[in-house]
């Protein structure tokens, strides 16, 4: 089958076209976006970590990459059917040398690649505390349907869909869930974790900047999950503190009848404060679905 | 009387109702079309009772495409409600109808369009490409063909009566639980994927019997072609997989009908469990899709560079490394549920070690251009694309691989792109080649040439538009299936920028179907004048006519080398002797489609608890499997004197076209 006009140009000038809309779309992208880019540009050390990660990692893989794209272009282009000069041999089948170099070449990557991450894993294991010399604050994290409420076991509060912590200071969140699989993610401060219904799981993050960051449910459960957003506020120390003893003052009372109201599934409007009366509340919705003691 | 079947499962909002006007409208026309044209008989006889590997391989295709334009209509209304979904705005679609939009668009694009277009291609180039007649089992083809289809229905029929499941395509427990999904939705999506699943696990045992049993003499497993030698891998994996996600479902099943504690939250169940078991078949289950695509590449670029494959044996083992290690890295799917850094390491790193096997296969590929005659047609085209696409998900798939980068990118966007960069760019794109560099096998005649590279560039340029936003939208903190998100996340440009690649696509699809029946109806101007071999080809099925005739071979072939049709345009085998003989063939049986149209209505009645239904399918699925195993002669023969005459009026065709 013939086709008359010379495809091979057109191709070429297409693809380039193509990659030159990506490569333009990026810094466009960053240009655009800037500090939404959560991700790219992090408020905490973990995020921070994570990020850089993921760019030596993205350049150890474009070492492979960009020379195969330029091969596909240089070998189709010389290759053509249509060129004279470009050499034809079928019978080239095989080269043990070459493919021993690509074999052996992604092999030397992965194993960089092993190493980096075997050891950014357990660095960065969302278990460990975070070293600091600021004392470290506990978060009690529950999933309700469909609205985040957190406890915070020593200043004796609570809150729904909102959390202020100082910055600089090391967070501990223990999460549980009474309600289907959620995950937790502050992407500005660092990754996720599942939040899951009669077990707990933990995630240490902390703040560098002040700020206030979103956070949301990355897993779906249920109708409302995608209004299931809360809001992080970095701020100072002293703010912090005023917050905390403002809540204290103001907030209503948060006790297990009180819970059960807020339990039902619902979409949480706006970020509610209470003050925390019953302290064993966060263990008894852990064990909400174990069976009751003889 | 009904189970929990009332008048209210008939009731949709305005959008679903114009799909089921529309479907019922299509159904109509199509009924009429085939009345009008007094084609029953024929599709009867020729089609639906069928046991003809080519002809079921042509009826999975069919299937496919139609499930193709359903989910590619579940992906508009997700893009374009999310463009719209902004703020104040809430768009079109209410949460739960989108919520079942998004589990219906993963459902049938994988287990309808992906799942099926695989075995459409295993049932009609395995037997060409190996020099047999039939499969292993023509029967048993037959049923997993009629099990697929009757998935698919059941896929149809949730749309016009109920809901469906709103848990996403997997639904996780406990969100498919009883306890916090108590409708009907979670059921059909269970005996959607049971039904079509069983098929799959037959269809599995079929074409590894088939290739392992039915070579034709010489062909040892280091001659087999590539795509073979994929597939053979695919049905491994199919066959110790698929029985994972059957077990599974009846263990959701259970919990949901019989009130059991496999996987819900109170009474001793873990649903951590279903996680971990759904992703053990479910990672294998991507590279069933992915490995006969490899292979699809290992013969259109060879045929268009007019070589050989380079490094047959390197291809061989890098397939047999993908197989084996696709079933120790399921674990990477999910990270984030609070593994130790011990756990996720060394699932990070073997999932890390499937990057060198699949840089080989490119490497591979690439270097069998090198020295060789690059043609640019369409499925080379396509060829291009899928490198492009493929390569860039590939990288950012080792990017998901290492835990600390995946904890901040799992479940947004950023995964949605890579697995589409997976599923789009490396498998719908080796489909499209695939189709365009067999279809003149099958048909005769040509696909539109101008209209295919129109359809490649819609594609290219649309999937970049589509799909690579969607890695910043990830970096941007925008996690996957929301309908709705606030205008101060500032994602909104990029969501419309997403939506205009969305109609780009859908643009290119419907060229592409545009095209296939353009060409039909130009069939006479597009006819493959080689009478079986357009593009110069190296393997069996380039060796017989076109569209072959219903024993494929006259003489069964044998094989001295690899590419045994590149030997004899080489002179260094001789043509085959034509001696022709008696063949005997199976014949057709409808038991298949009955057991399909069985399958149905016991899945229908599961869902909506209408036991004497259940009951009673049940047992006649079991008298048809009975009458068809006491049947006695299934075989039909066809005399050396009729082969005679089919060959040469192949050839008085052939002539008359010239």
Redesign the interface.
Known sequence: ?K?KKN??LS?LF??GL?LL??LI??PL?IW??GE?????FPKGMI?L???N??FI??AL??I??IP??I??FV??WI???DNPK??????????TV??CV??G???I??II??V???V????????KSIESENKEIKIQVVALQWKWLFIYPEEKIATIDFIQIPENTPVQFELTAD???N?F?I??L?????A???MT??LNLIANEKGDF?G????????????M?FVTRASTKEDYDKWVSSVKQSGSELNLERYNELAKPALGDKPLFFQLTDETLFDDIVNK?MHPKP | MFGRLTIEAFKHDATQSMAVLSMLFGGVALISFITYLKRWKWLWNEWLTTVDPKRIGIMYIVVVLMMFLKGFGDAMMMRLQQAFSVGDSQGFLSASHFQEVFSAHGTTMIFFVAMGAVFGLMNLIIPLQIGARDVAFPFLNALSFWLFASGAALTLVSLAVGHFANAGWLSYAPLSSIEYNPGEGIDYWIWIVQIAGIGTTLGGINFLVTILKMRCPGMTFMRMPIFVWSCLCANVLIILAFPILTVTLFMLALDRTLGMHFFTVAGGGNYMMYTNLIWAWGHPEVYILILPIFGVFSEVVPTFSEKRLFGYASMVWALIFITVISFVVWLHHFFTMGASPYVNAIFGILTMIVAIPTGVKIFNWLFTKFRGKVHFTSPMLWFFAFLVNFTVAGMTGILLSAPPVDFQVHNSLFLIAHFHGMVIGGFLFGFFAAFTYWFPKFTGFMLDEKLNRYAFWFWSGGFLLAFMPLYMLGFMGATRRLDHYEASTGWHPLFILVAVGAVILFCGANIQFFGLFWTIYKRKQNWDHTGGDPWNGRTLEWSIPSPPPVYNFATIPTVYDRDPLWDIKHGKTAPPKKEYEDIYMPINTPIGMYIGGLSLIFGFGMVWYIWWLVILSFIAILICAIIRLSSKDEHELITAQQVKEIEDEHLRRMKSHD
Do not use: C
Not at chain 1, 120 to 127: A, G, I, Q, S, W
């Open positions: 089958m086709i495809p091979v191709m297409f693809s193509f809309i990506i779309m990026q992208n655009q976006f939404k880019i959560v991700v790219l995020a970590e994570q990020r990660l993921l990692l993205q893989m474009l492979i990459i195969v794209y091969l596909t070998f189709s290759y053509r059917a470009g050499k034809y041999d079928p019978d080239l089948v095989d080269n070459a493919e690509w074999w070449l992604p092999l990557l992965v690649a092993s980096l991450t075997w950014k894993t357990h660095e960065l294991d969302p278990y309600a289907p699989m995950s993610w992407p500005a660092g990754g996720q974790i599942y899951m219904p009669a799981t933990f979103r949301s449910s990355a897993h779906i459960s249920g109708e409302g999950f995608s209004r957003n679905f």
